[in-house]
T-cell receptor, first 111, second 112 residues
Framework: GENVEQHPSTLSVQEGDSAVIKCTYSDSASNYFPWYKQELGKRPQLIIDIRSNVGEKKDQRIAVTLNKTAKHFSLHITETQPEDSAVYFCAASIGDYKLSFGAGTTVTVRA | DTAVSQTPKYLVTQMGNDKSIKCEQNLGHDTMYWYKQDSKKFLKIMFSYNNKELIINETVPNRFSPKSPDKAHLNLHINSLELGDSAVYFC???????????FGPGTRLTVL
């Protein structure tokens, strides 16, 4: 099955700096790559996603890049704010039915 | 509110008991899921139903039995609960065509 690895497991950044989280996947047939943000005690919330026919997607301070050849994708958060502190999960799937998640990155934004 | 909802939010029970978690979505999605999040926060799919038909069953012990009475509901029944079943269980749903999986608020199950 699909195996998704995510790094780093924890990330501490100064407010206003950028944060980058990287994921790799094993199955070259994977074609859908969402990112979720989970605040403490809450549900995972979809923040951005990308499909394999697109190399980059941006939504305000969040961007995702995909390198299909290398089988890796990354989340970039610019101008970080305290409310960006959360656990972020990457995921990959073949088709849309079964998301395989990375282990998560705990992001702490220091004021 | 259009959403995925599940009940109960918290479930505390003794080993060996049987319990159920209910899930409903009013988004008109065709596909529903159960995910388990363990104490290390790892999210793993358990089951997926598409239009009431089971399409994914991820080597989950057969003490766990999902039931989908219609495409808006997916319930999870757990028999003979064990300590290792303690986790947060998330229901989720997605439309067939877009893949944007949305999660319910979660049920924190504690087995004593």
């Amino acid at each position: 099955g699909e195996n998704v690895e995510q790094h780093p497991s924890t990330l501490s950044v100064q407010e206003g700096d950028s944060a980058v989280i990287k994921c790799t996947y094993s199955d070259s047939a994977s074609n859908y790559f969402p990112w979720y943000k989970q605040e403490l005690g809450k549900r995972p919330q979809l923040i951005i996603d990308i499909r394999s026919n697109v190399g980059e997607k941006k939504d305000q301070r969040i961007a995702v890049t995909l390198n299909k050849t290398a089988k890796h994708f990354s989340l970039h958060i610019t101008e970080t704010q305290p409310e960006d502190s959360a656990v972020y999960f990457c995921a990959a799937s073949i088709g849309d039915y079964k998301l395989s998640f990375g282990a998560g990155t705990t992001v702490t934004v220091r004021a | 509110d259009t959403a995925v909802s599940q009940t109960p939010k918290y479930l505390v029970t003794q080993m060996g008991n049987d319990k159920s978690i209910k899930c409903e979505q009013n988004l008109g999605h065709d596909t529903m899921y159960w995910y388990k999040q363990d104490s290390k926060k790892f999210l793993k799919i358990m089951f997926s139903y598409n239009n009431k038909e089971l399409i994914i069953n991820e080597t989950v012990p057969n003490r766990f039995s999902p039931k989908s009475p219609d495409k808006a509901h997916l319930n999870l029944h757990i028999n003979s609960l064990e300590l290792g079943d303690s986790a947060v269980y998330f229901c989720a749903s997605s439309p067939t065509t877009s893949g944007a999986t949305l999660f319910g608020p979660g049920t924190r199950l504690t087995v004593l």
